[in-house]
Nanobody, 116 residues
Framework: QVQFVESGGGLVQSGGSLRLSCAAS????????MAWYRQAPGKTRELVAT????????VYPDSVKGRFTMTRTNIKNTVYLQMNSLKPEDAAVYYC?????????WGQGTQVTVSS
């Protein structure tokens, strides 16, 4: 079955960096766009990065543009999110998923906590 396993979260000070990883399985990873999302307590899930199948093109909302970088390694069925200059408002549970596979279950996510 389809699985997304996120890792790499943790506690970091404001201004610090983290690198998240997400291993996907159960579907032909290399032919699907992928994305990172986040959800803070009491808020709706927010899209924070998307990447095309080849990894050449990425899109970010203004809230993270210039600070977050999404990459992928198709041979490892893995996507990454490099997060720099973290702010307290970046604190959330981070998930990866494919934006074009809406019927797939979500992973458990990885918690990112940013102390001010």
């Amino acid at each position: 079955q389809v699985q997304f396993v996120e890792s790499g979260g943790g506690l970091v000070q404001s201004g610090g960096s983290l690198r998240l990883s997400c291993a996907a399985s159960g579907f032909p990873f290399s032919i699907y766009d992928m994305a990172w999302y986040r959800q803070a307590p009491g808020k709706t899930r927010e899209l924070v990065a998307t990447i095309t199948t080849s990894g050449v093109s990425t899109v970010y909302p203004d809230s993270v543009k210039g600070r977050f970088t999404m990459t992928r390694t198709n041979i490892k069925n893995t996507v990454y999110l490099q997060m720099n200059s973290l702010k307290p408002e970046d604190a959330a549970v981070y998930y990866c998923h494919s934006p074009t596979r809406s019927g797939d279950a979500w992973g458990q996510g990885t918690q990112v906590t940013v102390s001010s």
